[in-house]
């Protein structure tokens, strides 16, 4: 069974930085597209950031400048650092994979359990 497991949230400041962690662990043949998403209080879930196994990466507007994703093929892993934190960016980040179990079955998405950010202003 795969899951992926988040890590590194928490209560920071405004201006502050946070460093999100997500690790696939389990029988993984590859993951190709990882990203990031978040769900603030009483509002749909979006996009943050994704990045292919190429390493092309896409962000919302409204993270460009201040989050980088990045990942290490190698550990199944994904991050998300996140500098200049506003209030605005407060919410619970999931961690998304498409991945593929083992050769020559199909790809799904995974989701992982999501991690709290809050930025106080």
């Known amino acids: 069974q795969v899951q992926l497991v988040e890590s590194g949230g928490g209560l920071v400041q405004a201006g502050g930085s946070l460093r999100l962690s997500c690790a696939g662990i389990g029988s993984i043949a590859e993951i190709n597209r990882m990203g990031w998403y978040r769900q603030a209080p009483g509002k749909q879930r979006e996009l943050v950031a994704d990045?292919?196994?190429?390493?092309?990466?896409k962000y919302v507007e409204a993270v460009k400048g201040r989050f980088t994703i990045s990942r290490d093929n190698a550990k199944n892993t994904v991050y998300l650092q996140m500098n200049s934190l506003k209030p605005e960016d407060t919410g619970r980040y999931y961690c998304?994979?498409?991945?593929?179990?083992?050769?020559?079955?199909?790809?799904?998405?995974?989701w992982g359990q999501g991690t709290q950010v809050t930025v106080s202003s």
């Open positions: 990045i292919a196994k190429t390493g092309e990466t």
């Open positions: 998304m994979g498409v991945l593929r179990a083992a050769w020559g079955r199909p790809s799904s998405t995974n």
